[in-house]
């Protein structure tokens, strides 16, 4: 099986994998800031969401 090197872009693990290609990588970081700026969502929910994306 092969495996994935981490590049040096982004803060996180996944983050790093997703930096190989700094466009994706600056759309996820948009997508992210949007989910949890915004006042759409609650408080709950964007728990859950952080909770889900920061298990790996």
Do not use: C, V, Y
Request: cysteine-free; overall charge neutral; proline content about 2%.
């Amino acid at each position: 099986m092969e495996r994935i090197n981490f590049s040096t872009e982004g803060s996180t693990p996944f983050e790093q994998l997703l930096g190989h290609n700094k466009n994706i990588l600056k759309k996820w970081s948009n997508l992210e800031d949007a989910l949890f700026n915004s006042n759409t969502f609650s408080r709950e929910l964007k728990e859950e969401i952080r909770r889900t994306l920061a298990f790996n």
